[in-house]
């Protein structure tokens, strides 16, 4: 095997996949690859994945490397950090055995991950699995304790411009299937009109479907500047104790932005923010909940999920996995059942018509006179 290409470089996956090129080589820097950004690194089109980290390291079933593998990716791992040091655009070539070379000059080696090397790692992962839910029931429980405040009226909630009150709420989040399940329920945001709040890169899935966020939510690490522009109104994650990195890169574009200091994800804060703010209901599209989801993003806990969701389980309706409810194609038979449906009310009222009967006299003379009775 001989792979060609140009280079694309970047220590962060969800960065990189907007500057993807159809054929490019993506050189990333991503231990566990995650699913989200194997299906990103899959629609730009990439001929090739070089990863300097272990794409897999059996801590846990991460489906990222069995998910480019099916898709005909080649992965060349543990290239090591030497190879994030390639020129962003150098031209580059693999090497069957994984020997990764700009310019004549062997950079990086690596090793070539095949399907069956990633079989059996998955394998040792799902046995490990009991010692990482032990650690993760343990790091939850006690974060818990800790963070119990944030639902107990211990955070300052920030005066936003959107009307939420009494409203739907509909908050998407850059997770597992999120574009599926957002197109799922299209006819749900035209017909209901919801209030449309982004959790960082999910502001960005709101335009692609046409839509203008009206809320953007997060750290800005992964949300477009042109989302940015678009929104109405910008919620700048901070953590506990105030500082807030993503608010530079919001001022730094000329814009405006409220502060949020709290524990825990953007998400969380997202649905506490409408819930504290009256909405109606809750709707999440692309939202973490899984053990499996927060250990691809690093967490070893899910404490402010797990409170916030207990605070505002009564209004959340989770539409995760919505794509997968109404995936049948349309069969014959329902065909036929709507055309009899739609033609029975024709034929009522072209028999009772005094035209009608006329003509069904007509045509009724006509075929005696052809059979001769």
């Known amino acids: ?8 470089v970047d220590h962060k996956t969800k960065n990189l ?11 990333i820097d991503h231990e566990d690859i995650d699913e989200v950004a194997a299906m990103g690194l899959i629609a730009a089109k990439v ?13 846990y079933p991460n489906p990222g490397p069995a998910i480019l593998a099916r898709a005909g990716i ?11 040091n390639l ?3 150098s031209e580059i070539s693999i090497t069957g055995d994984g020997g990764i070379f700009c310019e004549g000059r062997l950079v990086a080696r690596g090793e070539m991950l095949a399907m069956e090397m990633i079989d059996r790692i998955m394998k040792q992962a799902r046995i490990n699995m009991e010692n990482s839910l032990d650690k993760f029931i343990d790091n939850t429980l006690e974060y818990a304790k800790k963070e119990k405040y944030l639902i107990m009226g ?12 009494g409203k739907h709420v509909l908050i998407v989040v850059r997770g597992s299937n999120y574009k599926e399940d957002l197109a799922a329920i299209r006819t749900y945001i035209s017909e209901v009109r919801p209030v449309l709040v982004g959790v960082d890169g999910g502001a960005d899935a709101i335009l692609e479907f ?3 966020p009206d809320i953007i939510i997060g750290d800005m690490d992964s949300v477009s500047d042109e989302a940015l522009k678009a929104c109405r109104e910008i919620v700048v994650h901070a953590y506990p104790d105030g500082r807030a990195p993503g608010l530079k890169r919001v001022e730094e574009l000329g814009l405006r932005a409220h502060v949020f200091k709290a524990p825990g994800t953007s998400e969380d804060i997202a649905m ?6 009256g909405a109606d209901l809750l709707v999440a599209v692309g939202t973490h909940s899984s053990m499996v989801d927060f250990l691809e993003k690093g967490r070893k806990g899910m404490a402010s999920t797990f409170l916030v969701r207990l605070k505002v389980g009564s209004k959340l309706v989770d539409a995760k996995g919505a794509s997968k409810l109404y995936n049948q194609k349309m069969r014959p038979f329902y065909v036929v059942g709507l055309l009899t449906a739609a033609m029975f009310p024709v034929m009522v009222i072209s028999v009772t018509s005094p035209l009608m009967q006329n003509f069904l006299k007509l045509l009724e003379l006509r075929i005696r006179m052809l059979i001769g009775y």
């Open 1 to 8: 095997m001989y792979i060609k290409g140009i280079a694309k």
């Open 17 to 27: 996949v907007k500057r993807l090129n159809p054929g490019d080589i993506a050189v």
């Open 47 to 59: 001929r090739a994945v070089v990863n300097a980290a272990k794409s897999i390291t059996g801590r």
């Open 74 to 84: 080649p992965i060349v791992d543990c290239a090591g950090e030497q190879v994030m």
């Open 87 to 89: 020129r962003e655009s």
């Open 154 to 165: 211990g955070v300052e909630i920030p005066q936003i411009l959107t009307d939420i009150k």
């Open 210 to 212: 046409g839509y203008r």
């Open 272 to 277: 506490l923010l409408a819930y504290e703010k």
